[in-house]
Each structure stands twice: as structure tokens, then as C-alpha cells.
């Protein structure tokens, strides 16, 4: 499973088991072809607590998820905010070189 | 080879979590102590290792996440959609959107146990008195702590994806 089919998957799973999960931003960065380079995905989600802030996780590759895995939720509003101001997002998530991953565009 | 600050600095919140989570475990078969001291280490290892995830982010300055307060429902939110969680509700996703709720809760009641969270909406915390509503004064050794309730097939779960979350790190 290449990497992009590894995300494709996760983000469904993703999907298939919150109904409140909005919409997917995966940020591509320009080293993205290294293996090495952790998947990066920030998830708007009507289900998670508020914390004003993103709050990234990172989970190491396991057998089935062959890749690392830097993960935040922010709510609705919360995504409002950081595209009025981009400056919220973690160093070197750049929306403009993010893709967008909804329900219905897997 | 030398090992980036935020990876050490990872590395060893994990190690004191697991540390923690061990004294949890031998507390849990002492009848004799109070439960403050078992849900104490409970909540230790589960606010040092939402820590230890989130130093992974080396996009943050050390400083900044060594002393804020990072949010275990946050963390346990996060962590279920790893693929490491998904193990536990393969095949079951309808299963993971049911239990996530309850799941985050309990987190919650658990992280809600630290005396520094919201010590005047909620001052019941399992490390220092407190005075309740009637101006009794309470100490945490005295108290009968009904939340969080681990006896619940949902905390075992939880619990399962603590340990989980601890060793795999």
C-alpha cells in the first residue's frame, strides 16, 4: 500500500466512524514523497472539545499504517479562525498546499 | 548520535506515565489505601503521556508545551483515530462513533481530577482539600470519589486503550 492509498484508507475509516467529522485537510509537504515524512492531517470536526488552539498529536507508523501520523482536531469555528488567520496552524501547514478531503470526495 | 531536546523530553514523560500507570495498577489491589492515591496515578500517567504525544509536534517550542496544559479528551479523541486505536474497533467503525462519546467523557471525569483543572467549578480533586458547598472541608483521603466509575465495561475499554497508548509510545 503506497502512502497516498494509506491515507485515502484511513481518512474513510476516519469518516465511516464520526459522523459529526466535517471535512480533512491533509498537508502536503514538499518532501512528501520521503516515506519518512509523518502524514499530516488536521480534522474539522463537530465533535471535538474547543481548546481555542491546534493541537497536534504525532503517532508512530505501525504494520498497518506504514507512516507517521501528526493529527489535530479543531471544531467548525476553530477553522474559521485559522482561515481568517493562517498563522494559527503549525509551522509548515500551509493551507494553500493542503488538500481538502470531504464525505463525499474521498 | 544525539537525540533532538523534544524526542528526549518525549520520551521521558512517557517513561514516568508507564511509571505512573504502575503504582495505578499496584493501587488498585491495596483495599487499604484511599482511592485518591489510585485515581492520582491514574491521572498522572494519563496527563504525562497526552504530553509525551504531543511533543511529537516539533513545530511548537519545548517550552511552550512542557508547561501548558494539554487536554487528555483531546489527546484520547486523537489517539482513537491512530491506526494503533483502530485495532480495538476493526471492521467497526459505527462501534468507535458510539463508544467515542462515552469514552471522552470518562477522560474527562479522569483529567477533571487534577486540582488545577477547575478548582472552583469543580474542586473535588484527588490530591488536595477543599471546601464544598456547605463550608465543610474536605480531604481527598475522605472522600468517596463517584466519578470517574471504572467498574463499567466502557472504562475497561478505556483503560485497555491507556495501557495500549502507554506501551506502544
Redesign the interface.
Same mark, same amino acid.
Given at each position: 500500500m503506497n502512502k497516498d492509498e494509506a491515507v485515502k484508507d484511513l481518512i474513510e475509516y476516519h469518516f465511516d466512524s464520526e459522523s459529526e467529522l466535517r471535512t480533512v485537510f491533509r498537508f502536503i509537504s514538499e518532501r512528501e514523497d520521503d516515506p519518512d515524512e509523518p502524514v499530516k492531517l488536521l480534522e474539522v470536526s463537530g465533535a471535538t472539545p474547543a481548546t481555542g488552539s491546534v493541537d497536534v498529536f504525532g503517532f508512530r507508523s505501525t504494520e498497518t499504517f506504514p507512516f507517521r501520523l501528526m493529527i489535530a482536531e479543531v471544531t467548525p469555528e476553530e477553522m474559521d479562525a485559522i482561515r481568517a488567520d493562517p498563522s494559527r496552524l503549525p509551522a509548515g501547514w500551509r493551507l494553500d498546499s493542503a488538500v481538502e478531503i470531504s464525505r463525499n470526495r474521498l | 548520535m544525539t537525540e533532538a531536546p523534544t524526542e528526549a523530553w518525549a520520551r521521558a514523560y512517557a517513561a514516568q506515565a508507564r511509571s505512573d500507570w504502575q503504582v495505578y495498577k499496584a493501587l488498585q489491589f491495596e483495599a487499604r489505601q484511599s482511592a485518591c492515591h489510585e485515581l492520582h496515578f491514574l491521572q498522572m500517567a494519563c496527563e504525562k503521556i497526552?504530553k509525551a +504525544?504531543?511533543?511529537? =509536534?516539533d513545530?511548537?517550542p519545548l517550552e511552550k508545551i512542557r508547561t501548558e496544559h494539554?487536554?487528555c =479528551? &483531546? *489527546?484520547l &479523541?486523537? +489517539?482513537l483515530?491512530?491506526? #494503533?486505536a /483502530? #485495532?480495538f +474497533?476493526r471492521g467497526r %467503525? &459505527?462501534q468507535? #462513533?458510539a463508544a467515542? %462519546?462515552k469514552l471522552?467523557q470518562l477522560m474527562k471525569q479522569i483529567q477533571a481530577l487534577c486540582p488545577a483543572i477547575d478548582s472552583v467549578a469543580c474542586p473535588t480533586n484527588v490530591e488536595y482539600p477543599w471546601e464544598d458547598g456547605s463550608g465543610r472541608v474536605i480531604a481527598p483521603c475522605e472522600h468517596r470519589f463517584l466519578a470517574p466509575d471504572l467498574t463499567t465495561a466502557q472504562a475497561r475499554t478505556l483503560l485497555k486503550i491507556i495501557e495500549r497508548a502507554l506501551e /506502544? *509510545?
Open positions: - | 497526552a +504525544y504531543r511533543l511529537r =509536534d513545530s511548537v494539554v487536554g =479528551d &483531546k *489527546f &479523541k486523537n +489517539y483515530k491512530s491506526s #494503533e /483502530r #485495532e +474497533y %467503525p &459505527k468507535l #462513533e467515542t %462519546p471522552v /506502544r *509510545f
